[in-house]
């Protein structure tokens, strides 16, 4: 399998080097930053495959540099580490770009987990669904969860592939309750209340990446899930 290229950017030197030697072993490639201002430098030189970036850090901290980088690049992954546990902080990662946070501390294969499901290679060895299967049609939107792509006319967006799950799901059960402990159970790995409030965060980004066509709705059940509607 293709080596998955990741910036650490982190500045508790001793963490970031048990990350660095414990992902080297699983075959990836790892390049660290300790602080903010070297992360952004060295993202535009690595552009890597996904950035993985402490919240707290000297000089810049790792919201106001996913924040920049967001600016021009919309699609890299990126997963903070945080050992904040307030809601409100989470929910600024997300809505700053963020596509998954880690508290501290944590298991390195939980990290290593986390990595590759950002990438969509969670499954090692599972076998690609046909093709035709990946394809859907949301109203006026197009979407692909192989190529992780909604297009309406002729503008295509680029999802996560957690958001990409999370809207393939509903679209294979359209007009049907999708439960959220299943998704969070799926996608996450756990059905925690910090997941919960994630997978919500996620929720509202589809919405508004469906907002052009009026006729779409993504309804929450409240206490069982979610529920995407099409209002012909």
């Not at 090692?124 to 669904?129: I, L, P, R, V």
């Not at 998704?183 to 980004?205: A, C, M, P, Q, Y």
Request: proline share 2%.
């Amino acid at each position: 399998m293709e080596r998955i290229t990741v910036l650490l950017v982190e500045d508790e030197l001793t963490l970031a080097m048990i990350i660095k030697d414990t992902l080297e072993g699983q075959e990836f490639i790892i390049h660290t930053a300790n602080d903010g201002e070297e992360g952004l430098r060295m993202f535009y030189n690595i552009r890597p495959d996904v950035l993985v970036a402490d919240v707290m850090m000297p000089r810049m901290d790792g919201f106001e540099m996913v924040r920049r980088i967001r600016q021009t690049d919309k699609s890299t992954p990126v997963l903070f580490l945080t050992a904040r546990s307030g809601i409100n902080d989470v929910v600024a990662g997300f809505e700053l770009g963020a596509n998954d946070y880690l508290k501290k501390p944590f298991g390195m294969q939980e990290l290593i987990i986390r990595i590759k499901a950002l990438l969509g290679r969670a499954f090692n060895g599972a076998e690609k669904k046909d093709h035709l299967d990946s394809r859907f049609e949301i109203g006026n939107y197009r979407f692909n969860s192989l190529s992780q792509v909604l297009s309406y006319g002729d503008v295509e967006q680029i999802l996560s592939h957690r958001e990409s799950e999370i809207l393939k799901r509903l679209c294979e059960n359209r007009s049907q309750v999708v439960n959220s402990q299943n998704i969070l159970l799926e996608l996450w790995g756990d059905d925690s209340f910090f997941n919960s409030r994630s997978l919500h965060v996620f929720i509202t980004k589809l919405r508004h990446k469906l907002s052009k066509d009026k006729q779409i709705r993504i309804v929450n059940v409240r206490g069982i899930g979610y529920k995407l509607i099409l209002n012909e």
